[in-house]
């Protein structure tokens, strides 16, 4: 397997230009001097940690153009919303040399271990960026047990690796740790691609478990049920459509709009001015995303 | 029927305890220098956010029995720049710690020597505001010997160092603690001299060193003996803290004692300096501390999320109010 799977100095140069843009020229000539030292990996080291004290951290702004550039390299990496120092670590990882992989691994795999949180937010969003990227996928699944949200959100979110790396027990265990602790999951790279029939299952698992406590069960998840509704757990999506909430009846809406099971059409076509809605685009997870975030 | 009286409509009502010191220091914000919030449970997070608690540091300390090797200074260290950092956020409290080796840990040399290198690891990280809590408990020739090689990694870094002084024989304790300090070229502006007390403080402030006092009881100060030594002494260079830790301890040590100080007639802005100002002042000499930070705080850091509100939600934690016995 390829070291990188993109073209890494095209990356690091968009990344650069990105950089640029947002710092000052103190934080800059300070990254160029730091850059002739990378090759030490005490000194790799201290750099990755010390950014913050030189850079800053305010939230950057990137261009349509330079967005592009990061998209065309490695679909679905956003650095959008990201703090300038979280942006100035992942360019630095970049940056240390890959001619020794059992090195690089050791020395990322270390960065890991004594990160504090901001350090491992950088660290995990910048996974789709890290060479031999099959090798990270323990990794990622042991930064999804993490307690701490902004290190869940770092891999959850808007981040195309676990989607494209992780194997199916792990996904899953992503989509439901999300649930539990209440992430926007429409912002899930991926979301729809890896539904599967493992996860319908152990979501309507998880809905019987929330009813019995009388707890309410979040809209969204519904979604991942489409194309894998059957007799079992129609009986669940009914009782959604059913509900005197709105929203929740949305939702099983449009799992009904998107998928081939004759039952759930049938119920779909009871509700012409849903259905209308669905079809003209009022209707879409998306609004009921920004409708759950009222709250 | 003895002992019922008749139910009103007020008994009725959900039970909202404020305990009355709270009132006196309504609105005024505190600093704790050091509390060990990796002892203490989610609850006491939510009373100092109640209490008026902004931004708090967290000492690197001994956790009650020896570790027995380097992996779980990393872990301890991690979890206190981390998951401890962290769970003050969801309560709007901005955490910082200070990183070191503690002097009961110092004895065991092999230990102590795995320490010292992954050390400089740690002291640059963010938040990290001081090398701390270092300095002397029996006044060994081994805790003497780190004590130095720390107050050297702290001069090259640029941070400010907090001194735990001695429990036994404290005020020589105290004046080698300072004299140490000075030998290795620290400016007494940049030491935080802890766990003062009667004894000990006028000659910590008189060479220029910051007194830190612990409001601890039974074995450290009460805030009676506080309020007399904010009285005798003034507020510069004074500041109140709980190191608040695994012992009978009390997380409110700081707004508790503004609020006795407020009852006994000291003037409001000289509580404000020992209670938040000076804790503040001494440990921004890092570069690690901005104010403006305490407010973000309250955001439940915004600035990590990705769209705003629609996150949010995920980052809080819900309310509970105590006093009922409905558990939901
Ligand atoms: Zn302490």
Redesign the interface.
Known sequence: MAEYVYDRQQMSEGLAAIIAGNSSDAAREWLQQRLQKAASIPQFNQTFTAVPRFTGKNIIVVSPEQAAVLQQQVPGFFVHGWTLDRLIRAWWLLQLDTSDKAVYLDTIEKLFLSAEMNELAALYSALPLLAWPEEWKLRTAEGVRSNIGVVQEAIMLQNPYPARYLDEPAWNQLVMKAIFTDKPLHLISGLDERRNTALAAILTDFAHERWAAGRKVSPMQWRLLTTFITADNMADLTRVWHSADQTEKAAAALVFANTDYAPAKTLLASDPALTAEIQSGALSWDVIAAKLSQN | MCGIHELTEKDLQPLTYTPAYLDKIKGMRFFDPHVHMTSRTTDDYQAMADAGVVALIEPAFWLGQPRTGVDTF?DY??SI???E??RASQFGIKHYCTIGLNSKEANNEALAEAVME?L???I????VVGVGEIGFDDQTPLEEKYYRAQLELAKEAGLPVQIHTPHRDKKKGTQRSMDIAIEHGLAPHMVIVDHNNEETVKEVLDRGFWAAFTIYPFTKMGNERMVEIVKQYGSERIMVNSAADWGISDPLAVPKTAALMHESGIDLNDIHLVTYINAVKAFAQS??INEADFDLAGNI?Q?????G???L???QQPRINKNTTIIR
């Open positions: 990393r260290f991690n720049l981390g998951w950092r962290f992954i400089p690891q740690f640059y990280k963010e938040g570069g690690q850091d600035r990590e999320k990705f769209n509100s629609t996150v939600r995920g980052g």
